[in-house]
């Protein structure tokens, strides 16, 4: 029982002067040894030459808010026209559209894309948020527009669960009107 004793404190003592000791350094592989007098190698890129981090070019520019030139709404519905559309015809909050379209939260991350699935969805134009069926209306066939869509029109301004919150930003393409 007293060896046990002893083994057990000696592997206590052990263990923790370990912990309490930091590793030392790691050298980094392949480096050369530092000198006093060590050369600089003019052929090495400086910091200021290193490229900074591109912003995913599928992402807008203009996510974060309305940019001054977007037509506004009374409920607060911000919107772009990006590429105008042919006909003339507009959809009711009653009827089925089909639409390829992209979402956005503000801060850049999409959150949902027919485009990225390959598939157009469609849908009566009154089962979705309150945005969606107040500014597709505004569209007509062929039309893309870029909407801004203030929390109170869209799922809330608070987390709820895994739907985006805040202002939603959606590129929306309208194919077809039922």
């Given at each position: 029982?007293?060896?046990?004793?002893?083994?057990?404190?000696?592997?206590?003592?052990?263990?923790?002067?370990?912990?309490?000791?930091?590793?030392?350094?790691?050298?980094?592989?392949?480096?050369?040894?530092?000198?006093?007098?060590?050369?600089?190698?003019?052929?090495?890129?400086?910091?200021?030459?290193?490229?900074?981090?591109?912003?995913?070019?599928?992402?807008?520019?203009?996510?974060?808010?309305?940019?001054?030139?977007?037509?506004?709404?009374?409920?607060?519905?911000?919107?772009?026209?990006?590429?105008p559309g042919t006909?003339?015809?507009?959809?009711?909050?009653?009827?089925?559209?089909?639409?390829?379209?992209?979402?956005?939260?503000?801060?850049?991350?999409?959150?949902?894309?027919?485009?990225r699935r390959g598939?157009?969805?469609?849908?009566?134009?009154?089962?979705?948020?309150?945005?969606?069926?107040?500014?597709?209306?505004?569209?007509?066939?062929?039309?893309?527009?870029?909407?801004?869509?203030?929390?109170?029109?869209?799922?809330?301004e608070t987390p709820?669960?895994?739907?985006?919150?805040?202002?939603?930003?959606?590129?929306?393409?309208?194919?077809?009107?039922?």
């Open positions: 029982m007293r060896i046990d004793l002893v083994v057990v404190s000696v592997l206590a003592v052990t263990v923790l002067s370990a912990c309490a000791q930091p590793p030392p350094p790691a050298a980094p592989r392949n480096a050369a040894p530092a000198t006093e007098s060590a050369a600089v190698d003019s052929n090495a890129p400086s910091v200021d030459a290193v490229e900074p981090a591109q912003p995913d070019p599928s992402v807008p520019s203009d996510v974060a808010a309305p940019p001054a030139d977007a037509t506004k709404t009374p409920s607060g519905l911000a919107y772009k026209v990006l590429r006909g003339t015809q507009h959809p009711t909050a009653a009827s089925t559209v089909r639409v390829h379209y992209t979402g956005w939260t503000t801060d850049g991350k999409e959150f949902d894309s027919s485009v598939q157009p969805l469609s849908f009566p134009l009154n089962g979705v948020i309150k945005g969606w069926t107040e500014g597709v209306q505004l569209m007509v066939l062929g039309e893309r527009r870029r909407f801004w869509i203030p929390g109170a029109l869209a799922y809330g709820n669960g895994k739907r985006p919150y805040g202002m939603l930003v959606f590129d929306v393409e309208l194919l077809g009107i039922e």
